[in-house]
T-cell receptor, first 109, second 117 residues
Framework: QKEVEQNSGPLSVPEGAIASLNCTYS??????FFWYRQYSGKSPELIMFIYSNGDKEDGRFTAQLNKASQYVSLLIRDSQPSDSATYLCAVGDADKLIFGTGTRLQVFP | DAGVIQSPRHEVTEMGQEVTLRCKPI?????LFWYRQTMMRGLELLIY????????DSGMPEDRFSAKMPNASFSTLKIQPSEPRDSAVYFCASSLIGGGRNNSPLHFGNGTRLTVT
């Protein structure tokens, strides 16, 4: 059974700080990695995807992938209270995505 | 673009009743997924279709669950008979398969919150 592991949190950071969310996966052959944000009572929405080793930046978000160590992370710079949500890591497995259980992020003023 | 459309948004039913959830994927997407989300187990993949053909239904919990995709713009997930432990949020998602090594992102509908009493 292929697995995607995330710390459930909550991860609490002050407004303006950098939030660092981490994810590890079991299948060394995985090629595609995604971060979704889910507000309470809402559906998951795509934040970023990354396919290659290294960093990928989009505004305040940076995804980091290290295939050798089998981890992917999401950095949120200048965190805002509106970033408070659950962040889901997803890893490609053939045609489907396997999701972690998510990390709850709390950004306090 | 309208996004993935699910109905109903909420469903409350009694144990033993049949429940049908509906999904319209994004136009042009050729892959459709049904997920179930609970606090305890997170997002679990139930079944997915490529080009209207079921590919992997290993996540369907029991024979009480069935899913169909009669055409590219419509899918149903049916539970018959329903049980209280089926209470969860059911999400439909769609994507575009490119045939390459990399997966395309999934786009989720708003979900159906099912409560079985």
């Amino acid at each position: 059974q292929k697995e995607v592991e995330q710390n459930s949190g909550p991860l609490s950071v002050p407004e303006g700080a950098i939030a660092s969310l981490n994810c590890t996966y079991s299948d060394r052959g995985s090629q595609s990695f995604f971060w979704y944000r889910q507000y309470s009572g809402k559906s998951p929405e795509l934040i970023m995807f990354i396919y290659s080793n290294g960093d990928k930046e989009d505004g305040r978000f940076t995804a980091q992938l290290n295939k050798a160590s089998q981890y992917v992370s999401l950095l949120i710079r200048d965190s805002q209270p509106s970033d408070s949500a659950t962040y889901l890591c997803a890893v490609g497995d053939a045609d489907k995505l396997i999701f972690g259980t998510g990390t709850r992020l709390q950004v306090f003023p | 673009d309208a996004g993935v459309i699910q109905s109903p948004r909420h469903e409350v039913t009694e144990m033993g009743q049949e429940v049908t959830l509906r999904c319209k994927p994004i136009s042009g997407h050729n892959s459709l997924f049904w997920y179930r989300q609970t606090m305890m187990r997170g997002l679990e993949l139930l079944i997915y279709f490529n080009n209207n053909v079921p590919i992997d239904d290993s996540g369907m919990p029991e024979d009480r669950f069935s899913a169909k995709m009669p055409n590219a713009s419509f899918s149903t997930l049916k539970i018959q008979p329903s049980e209280p432990r089926d209470s969860a949020v059911y999400f439909c998602a769609s994507s575009l398969i490119g045939g390459g090594r990399n997966n395309s992102p999934l786009h989720f509908g708003n979900g159906t919150r099912l409560t079985v009493t």
